[in-house]
C-alpha cells in the first residue's frame, strides 16, 4: 500500500512540475499583436497540397484570396494529389497556379510546389483550412518581430457544438501550447504543417524531404528539425489567435479514432527522447489513475479506489486551469463548458495514444 502511495504521489508531482513548467514558459513568449499601419515587406508562396477534398477546398482557396496582403506579393501554388474525387475541378476557374502532381504522397506533392514557387518565403497551408483576412500581415509582423527563418504557426479546431468538437479543441490549444514552449525553449521541435514558414531557401539547403520521404507522413516535423540542425537558424513560434489556421474537427469518434491513430503510430519516427519522457509521464499517469480506480482495488481494496479518485480530482483541477487558460487565448466560447465529460475521454485517448504509439500494427 504504501508503495502505491508513493509511486501516485511521484507521478502527481510530476505531472504539477510538467504543466506548471508548460504555462510559465508559454507566458513568456512575446505575442505577436495586429498593427494595421504596419507596411508589410515579403512575400509568400503559399503551397496547398490536397487529395480528395472537395468539401472544403473551394472555402480554403477563397480564405488564400480574401487575405488583407498586396496581390502581387503572395502567389498560391495548389498541388493536386492524385485526386479520384474531382477537387481539381472547383479550381478552374481560380487565379491560382495549379499543378498535378508526378507523384504521389504529400511530400511529393508539396516539393514540386517549391519548386515553381517565385517568392523567397514558403507557407505550406492544408487544404481543409481558412484564415483570417490579416493572417498573412501578421506573420511578416512575426519574421520581422523575430528576426526569424523558420516561423511556426498555430492550428486551431473550428469551434462548434458537442463534446466531440469541444475536446479537439482543448487537444489542439493544449498541443500549440507544448508545441511552442520546446521552439521557445529550443529543447525540442514540432509543428504542424498546416501553418508552416520557412525561408525557400532552407528547404534547398536541407535537400528537402531526403532521409524520411518513405515514411508517409511527418512533413511537418522531420522538416523542422532537419532545419535546427543547420547553424545560425532562429525558429520562432507565432503566438497570435488572428495568426492561427482554422480546420474542422472530425465529425465522429470512428474518423477521430482513424486519425488518432496514424498519428500516434508516426510518433516514434521523429520523437526526441524529451518528448518521449514527457509523453510518458501523461501517459503513466493517466494509466495508473486508471489503474486505481478500475483494476487494483481488486489487490488493495478501498484504498486504491479512494487514491485513485483524489488523483483523477487533482488532475481535473490542474487540467481546468491549464485548458481554460489556452482555451480562452484561442477565442473558445463555449468550450469547457464540455469540461468534465471531455476529460474523462480524454483520459482514455491519452492511454490509447500511448499504447498505439507503443505497439504500431
Not at 480574401?66 to 476557374?93: Q, R
Not at 528547404?203 to 511537418?220: E, L, P, Q, T
Request: with cysteine; aromatic share 14%; proline share 2%.
Amino acid at each position: 500500500m504504501i508503495f502505491l502511495i508513493v509511486i501516485n504521489a511521484f507521478l502527481f508531482i510530476g505531472y504539477l512540475l510538467f504543466i506548471t513548467w508548460i504555462i510559465r514558459q508559454w507566458d513568456k513568449i512575446e505575442e505577436v499583436r495586429f498593427k494595421n499601419e504596419y507596411d508589410p515587406i515579403h512575400q509568400f508562396s503559399i503551397i496547398v497540397p490536397f487529395r480528395n477534398e472537395i468539401a472544403c477546398l473551394k472555402q480554403c482557396i477563397d480564405s488564400l484570396q480574401s487575405l488583407n496582403y498586396c496581390k502581387k506579393d503572395y502567389e498560391i501554388i495548389v498541388i493536386n494529389d492524385n485526386s479520384t474525387d474531382g477537387s481539381e475541378k472547383l479550381l478552374m476557374n481560380s487565379n491560382v497556379c495549379l499543378i498535378n502532381a508526378k507523384l504521389n504522397g504529400k511530400k511529393n506533392a508539396i516539393s514540386e510546389g517549391i519548386m515553381v514557387a517565385n517568392f523567397p518565403w514558403i507557407i505550406t497551408v492544408d487544404a481543409d483550412c481558412t484564415f483570417d483576412n490579416d493572417w498573412l500581415r501578421i506573420i511578416d509582423q512575426a519574421i520581422n518581430i523575430n528576426k526569424c527563418d523558420v516561423l511556426v504557426g498555430a492550428v486551431k479546431i473550428e469551434e462548434t457544438k458537442g463534446v466531440l468538437n469541444s475536446f479537439q479543441f482543448m487537444d489542439f490549444v493544449s498541443t500549440m501550447a507544448i508545441t511552442a514552449v520546446g521552439i521557445y525553449t529550443n529543447m525540442f521541435h514540432l509543428c504542424n504543417g498546416a501553418n508552416f514558414i520557412y525561408r525557400r531557401d532552407l528547404f534547398d539547403a536541407v535537400n528537402g524531404y531526403d532521409g524520411n520521404s518513405k515514411i508517409a507522413s511527418g512533413d511537418d516535423v522531420f522538416l523542422i528539425n532537419k532545419f535546427a540542425n543547420l547553424p545560425d537558424i532562429t525558429i520562432s513560434f507565432l503566438k497570435s489567435d488572428r495568426g492561427s489556421a482554422i480546420t474542422k474537427s472530425e465529425t465522429s469518434f470512428n474518423t477521430l479514432y482513424e486519425q488518432r491513430k496514424r498519428w500516434a503510430t508516426k510518433t516514434g519516427s521523429y520523437a526526441k527522447s524529451i518528448i518521449i519522457t514527457l509523453q510518458g509521464v501523461i501517459f503513466i499517469f493517466s494509466l495508473v489513475i486508471l489503474l486505481d480506480i478500475l483494476f487494483l482495488p481488486l489487490i488493495f481494496g478501498l484504498y486504491s479506489f479512494v487514491i485513485g479518485c483524489l488523483m483523477l480530482l487533482c488532475k481535473l483541477i490542474i487540467d481546468f486551469f491549464y485548458l481554460s487558460k489556452m482555451v480562452r487565448y484561442y477565442k473558445g466560447i463555449d468550450v469547457m463548458k464540455s469540461y468534465l465529460v471531455a476529460s474523462f475521454l480524454y483520459l482514455f485517448y491519452i492511454i490509447f495514444m500511448g499504447l498505439t504509439a507503443l505497439f504500431p500494427t
